[in-house]
Every structure is written in C-alpha cells, then in structure tokens.
C-alpha cells in the first residue's frame, strides 16, 4: 500500500543528506538500529497510535497549542489543500515506529516572493516533542531538518517566532533577533462557536 505523504520524502531525503555532510553535529534519528524515523507528515497520521499509547498529529499538536475539534474529515481536506500546493507546505515528523506514534514534529512554510529575484522565504513553525519523549533532542533535530530543508528549497532566509524563553535555545542553532526588527505583533480574530 502506497503512502499518501504530504510532500515528497525524496526532498527530505536530499536535506539530510546535504546536512549531515556540512555538519559534524548533525543528530540523526534516522540509522538502521534505531526505532525512529524522521518523515514527511502522512494522510493516515490523523489516527496513529496504539491501545497503550495514542498520539497520532493532532494530539501531539495539542501539547502546544488548541487544535479543537478536528474531525478526520477536516484533516483529510486540509491535508489534501496543503499537499495540492505544492513547494508551500512542508510538515516532517518523528515517528516511534514500534509505538507506532508521532513524537515530534514541525513545519517550514514556503512563502513565494518578488523580492531577491523572486525568491523564497521560510517560516517555521509548530515545533512540539510529546512531553514523554522531551529531554531526547528530537525538537532540535527537527529545527535542523527544517534549516535544511529550507536550504535544498533555495530560501534566502528563514524565520520564526517565539516565546522569550526560547530565545536561546534557536540561537543555539544559528537564529538571531534582527536588529531594529524584533517586534512580533498579531491580530487575532475569534472563530464563531459551530
């Protein structure tokens, strides 16, 4: 049966590959003797899990923020709208393959530009380890996936947003605040109860 991913692995592929040769530090979850792997999001991560442990995507997302209620069909659809964008959306994942559950996880988003000769910027975002598996570097190795990604992909820069006290923990893997700009500001607007 053919998996339905989000966006190629062979993208994720050639990331890890270009990033474990320009980086001694580089973690891996990915060699023949360990039980994770690091993928591209997937059509069926909506109910991964088993009867001891269940943390299929959307459960593991509720450690970092309110999902709500989402039901299968409303992943499916929105699923298939981000994969039929292609070269926007970019979702990996940490699977534990013997609990067969989503561990981490975080996205780089593709947003197209007419600046830098119509470039490409990143924004990462989402970044989330179950608090089971914290303490693992698997948040880290996701990050780095992501800067690597966002390299094969040709990005001019890319950038995130974060809580204060996790300032250190981006720069310690090569973010800086920008001088003059580093103010975030939001307007959130309130969904109408269904």
């Known amino acids: 049966m053919a998996v339905d991913y989000l966006f190629d692995p062979q993208t994720l592929a050639a990331a890890t590959a270009a990033?474990?040769?320009?980086?001694?530090?580089?973690?891996s979850v990915d060699d023949g003797s360990c039980k994770y792997r690091l993928r591209p999001l997937c059509l069926t991560d909506y109910g991964?899990?088993?009867?001891?442990?269940?943390s299929g995507y959307l459960d593991l997302l509720s450690q970092l923020t309110v999902?709500?209620?989402?039901?299968?069909?409303?992943?499916?659809?929105?699923?298939?709208?981000?994969?039929?964008?292609t070269g926007t959306y970019y979702i990996i994942v940490i699977e534990d393959t013997e609990e067969n559950c989503i561990v981490?996880?975080?996205?780089?988003?593709?947003?197209?530009k007419f600046i830098h000769l119509c470039g490409q910027r990143g924004r990462i975002e989402d970044i989330v380890v179950n608090s089971n598996c914290r303490g693992k570097r698997f948040g880290k190795i996701v990050v780095q996936r992501l800067i690597a990604l966002s390299r094969v992909l040709n990005?001019?820069?890319?950038?995130?947003?974060?809580?204060?006290?996790?300032?250190n923990w981006y720069s310690s893997m090569g973010f800086v605040k920008e001088p003059g700009n580093s103010n975030y500001m939001q307007i959130k607007f309130e969904k109408p109860s269904k």
């Open 48 to 54: 991964r899990g088993t009867q001891r442990v269940f």
């Open 104 to 112: 981490a996880s975080g996205s780089l988003t593709i947003e197209k």
């Open 67 to 85: 999902t709500g209620s989402v039901t299968q069909q409303m992943y499916l659809n929105t699923f298939e709208v981000m994969k039929n964008n």
């Open 19 to 27: 990033d474990d040769t320009t980086r001694v530090d580089q973690l």
């Open 155 to 167: 990005c001019y820069k890319i950038s995130l947003e974060c809580k204060d006290s996790n300032v």
